[in-house]
């Protein structure tokens, strides 16, 4: 009991610590790429994987968003790295999606990719190649939130509040915000199943 007392009052204070504006910011640039015609790649590597997939289908389903994830197709995502290797798979798969100033890229990572110490290298190189093309970048990550957290027009850093249990954390909050962005308002094009059904 003791654990669960301590990760549920975590979790509160993590709620409290949570920056609002970079919300609000995200939202608005979720609006704009939306307004022009622009696409979203949201990238993860393992929970973010999975989170990644899931979130590609709210925000085209529920917000009108075309939205893809390198990781939703497993034969061309182990073709590239079997042949290129992993740093640069999905910066290629990107490549190949012709990623350009109209789209952006959404990354859900515990650490946000650091290179020198070989931490999600792919997402970096992703993040390297949003900044020369001039898409925008977003981004809920944990810890310091690395690369992701220094370049993103908007990044939420989950706050560290126990060094226990930095990535249930970071992971479990990483769904609570893009649940909350596709039902913002601002952001929600269509009506969800269960808020419809009377």
């Not at 608005?28 to 393992?46: A, C, D």
């Amino acid at each position: 009991m003791q654990f669960i007392d301590q990760y549920f009052n975590d979790a509160k204070i993590i709620i409290d610590k949570i920056d609002r504006d970079q919300i609000l910011k995200m939202i608005s640039i979720i609006n704009e790429t939306r307004s022009k015609n622009g696409r979203m790649f949201i990238l993860g590597v393992g929970g973010g994987a999975g989170h990644a997939s899931h979130a590609v289908n709210d925000f085209r389903k529920i917000c009108g968003i075309e939205s893809y994830a390198p990781t939703d197709n497993v034969s061309e995502l182990t073709a590239r790295v079997n042949d290129d290797g992993w740093e640069s798979a999905y910066v290629n798969w990107l490549k190949g999606s012709k990623l350009n100033q109209n789209d952006m890229i959404f990354v859900f990572s515990v650490g946000g990719g650091h290179l020198e110490k070989n931490i999600s290298a792919n997402i970096v190189r992703s993040l390297e190649l949003a900044q020369k093309v001039g898409a925008k970048v977003c981004g809920v990550v944990g810890r310091d939130g690395g690369y992701t957290a220094q370049v993103a027009d908007a990044c939420v850093v989950i706050p560290s509040v126990n060094d226990e249990t930095v990535t249930p954390h970071t992971e479990g909050f990483q769904a609570v915000i893009w649940h909350l962005l596709v039902s913002h308002p601002d952001l929600q094009k269509y009506e969800m199943k269960w808020e419809s059904v009377k």
